[in-house]
C-alpha cells in the first residue's frame, strides 16, 4: 500500500470486507480477518462503519467452535436499489433492481424512428420517470443509474459517442440524466455493460478473465479482468464486430469489407438466407428475419439449418482470434442471435477445437448466458455495484 494514504488505505480494506462478504456470506468477523490478514481491530472497525451505513447486516449467532457463537455479516440487499437502462436500437427499457440484482420494477418504451439526439433523451427520461412511478422507492433510496448504450460511448464523460443503428452522434446522457434526476450516472457500451453484468449475476464463480460476446443486430464484447472492465486507450475495446473475416466480403456499416458484424447479426443471417434461397432456385413468401431462420431450420429444412451452421463457424473464428488475443478463461455469448444455440453453439466448438493453437485454448469454456435477455440490463445495474464494492483506486 506504498502508494496510498490513510484514507485511500481504508477505503481499499473496506472494499476487501465488503466483497468477502458479498461473496461468502454468511461470515464472521473473525473469519474474514483469518481470510485476508487483516487485523481484527480493523476488521471490527470497518464492519461497524458498514452496519452504521446500513450496508451490512448481523444475523443471529454462527456455528460454535467451542466458544462463544460468532454473529454472522450479510450484505442489505435492500439497502440501496439501483435503476438500470437498456438504451437499444429499437426500445429502450428500465427496471429498478436491488443490490442482489433482483428486479422491482420494470418498464419500456419503443423508439419512434428516426429520432433525434432530444427526442432520444426525452424517451429516455420518461422511460425512467414510468418505471419509478411504479416503486414505491423514494429517488433518495435510489443509488444511480446505470445505463446501456450500443455503439461507442465515452465512459468519462457518459456520451454516447456514435449510435450506430440511430444514425445519432454525442449524445450527453450522463449530462442531461443527472439534470434531471440529481443522482449519480454511468454509461457504458452495451457489450462491455452485458459482460460486468455477466461477472456479478452469471454465477461464473471467481474467474481472472472473461469475455462476453453480444449478438443481436450488431455484434459487441465486454473483456473483464480481474472482475474489472477493460476499455483500451479510446474505449473501443471489445468491438469484435468489427474484426475482419474475410477480406473480400460484404461492405460493413464501418465502411470495411467482412466484418464479422456482416455474419453474425440477425439481418446478416436472414440476408445469407435469402441468397441461399436464390442460388437454389428458391424464395421466401415471407420477409426473413434472424428469428424466422431459426424457426425454419428447427422445422428441418436444410437450407436454413445450414445457414445457422455456417454462421456458427463464421462465430467460431472470430471467437479463436479473441482466445489467441486475450486467452480467456471463460467466454459467455448473449443477445437474440443465441437463440439459435442448439444449431449455432456446436459449429463454434468445433471450429476453435480445430483451430485454437494449444490444447487448453481448444478447450476454452463457451456458453449462452443463463441471464437471456436480462443480461444487458442486470449489466447496467451493476455499473453502479463497482461504486459500492469496488469503488476506484
Not at 443522482?183 to 460486468?196: G, Q, S, T
Not at 487448453?360 to 449489466?379: C, F, N, W, Y
Amino acid at each position: 500500500m506504498q502508494r496510498g494514504t490513510f484514507k485511500l488505505m481504508k477505503s481499499v480494506n473496506k472494499s476487501i470486507i465488503l466483497n468477502k462478504i458479498r461473496k461468502f456470506e454468511p461470515i464472521s468477523r473473525a473469519q474474514i480477518a483469518k481470510d485476508t490478514k487483516l487485523t481484527p481491530p480493523t476488521v471490527s472497525s470497518i464492519v461497524k462503519e458498514l452496519i452504521d451505513q446500513q450496508i451490512v447486516l448481523e444475523s443471529n449467532r454462527g456455528q460454535s467452535m467451542g466458544g462463544r457463537k460468532p454473529t454472522m455479516l450479510h450484505i442489505n440487499k435492500t439497502a440501496f436499489y439501483i435503476l438500470g437502462v437498456d438504451a437499444g436500437p429499437e426500445q429502450i427499457e428500465c427496471i429498478v433492481a436491488d443490490l442482489a440484482g433482483r428486479i422491482q420494477a420494470r418498464h419500456s418504451f419503443t423508439l419512434d424512428l428516426p429520432v433525434t439526439n432530444d427526442a432520444f433523451l426525452s424517451y429516455l427520461k420518461e422511460c425512467i420517470h414510468q418505471v419509478l412511478r411504479q416503486t414505491n422507492k423514494d429517488i433518495e433510496e435510489i443509488m444511480g443509474i446505470g445505463v446501456a448504450m450500443h455503439g461507442v460511448v465515452n465512459v468519462e464523460t457518459g456520451t454516447s459517442l456514435f449510435a450506430p443503428n440511430l444514425n445519432l452522434t454525442h449524445i450527453p446522457i450522463k449530462e442531461m440524466l443527472e439534470q434531471e434526476f440529481h443522482v449519480m450516472v454511468k454509461v457504458e457500451n452495451d457489450a462491455r455493460a452485458m459482460a460486468l453484468g455477466e461477472a456479478w449475476f452469471g454465477g461464473h464463480g471467481d474467474l481472472d478473465s472473461m469475455v462476453a460476446v453480444n449478438l443481436g443486430r450488431g455484434v459487441g464484447a465486454g473483456i473483464v479482468t480481474e472482475g474489472k472492465l477493460f476499455h483500451g486507450a479510446q474505449d473501443i475495446a471489445g468491438e469484435i464486430g468489427h474484426m475482419t473475416i474475410d477480406i473480400n466480403g460484404d461492405i460493413c456499416e464501418c465502411g470495411n469489407r467482412g466484418c464479422l458484424q456482416t455474419f453474425a447479426t440477425g439481418p446478416a443471417i436472414a440476408e445469407r438466407a435469402h441468397r441461399r434461397l436464390s442460388q437454389n432456385g428458391q424464395s421466401a413468401s415471407f420477409k426473413l428475419t434472424g428469428e424466422s431462420v431459426f424457426e425454419l431450420a428447427k422445422a428441418g429444412n436444410q437450407i436454413y439449418i445450414d445457414v445457422l451452421k455456417e454462421t456458427g463457424d463464421c462465430i467460431g473464428v472470430g471467437l479463436t482470434n479473441l482466445i489467441h488475443m486475450i486467452n480467456p478463461e471463460k467466454i459467455i455469448l448473449g443477445g437474440g442471435v443465441m437463440n439459435s444455440a442448439s444449431f449455432i453453439l456446436p459449429a463454434i466448438h468445433e471450429r476453435i477445437k480445430r483451430c485454437a493453437l494449444t490444447q487448453d485454448a481448444k478447450e476454452t469454456k463457451v456458453a449462452v448466458t443463463k441471464l437471456g435477455s436480462d443480461a444487458t440490463i442486470l449489466g447496467a445495474v451493476s455499473l453502479l455495484l463497482t461504486e459500492i464494492f469496488d469503488p476506484v483506486i
